[in-house]
């Protein structure tokens, strides 16, 4: 499966941003899908996740309340709803993809980077004060 973020941008402390990762390939809905963050520096960092079956969503502490991760299986697309943007969000945002779990239904997500097996490019997000 290919990825491609779409999205970023440069707001200001308190905005919002969506972010997109469409995905190629018709085996799009058996994939957990997750997005990822790093900036010069730092590892990488997990955001949120969602599983295959949608069942499951997990976010990181530093984002609970104020990101949303939703998947559309009949656009291909997972989607990052980042609200209440914080100057400490700034990053280059990453889609990534695993089969891991599929087809077994549950609510885990995967939240290591190693599990994930495809990759995006990253989009560049940018909050000022």
């Known amino acids: 499966v290919q990825l491609q973020a779409s999205g970023g941008g440069l707001v200001q402390a308190g905005g919002s941003l969506r972010l997109s990762c469409a995905a190629s390939g018709r085996t799009f809905s058996s994939y957990g899908m997750g997005w990822f963050r790093q900036v010069p520096g730092k590892e990488r960092e997990f955001v949120a996740g969602v599983n295959w079956s949608g069942v499951g969503t997990a976010y990181a502490d530093s984002v609970k309340g104020r990101f949303t991760i939703s998947r559309d299986n009949a656009k291909n697309t997972v989607y990052l709803q980042m609200n209440s943007l914080k100057t400490e969000d700034t990053a280059v945002y990453s889609c990534?993809?695993?089969?891991?779990?599929?087809?077994?239904?549950?609510?885990?997500?995967?939240?290591?980077?190693?599990?994930?097996?495809?990759w995006g490019q990253g989009t560049q997000v940018t909050v000022s004060s």
């Open positions: 990534a993809a695993e089969r891991k779990q599929f087809p077994v239904t549950t609510n885990v997500v995967i939240t290591t980077a190693l599990e994930y097996n495809y």
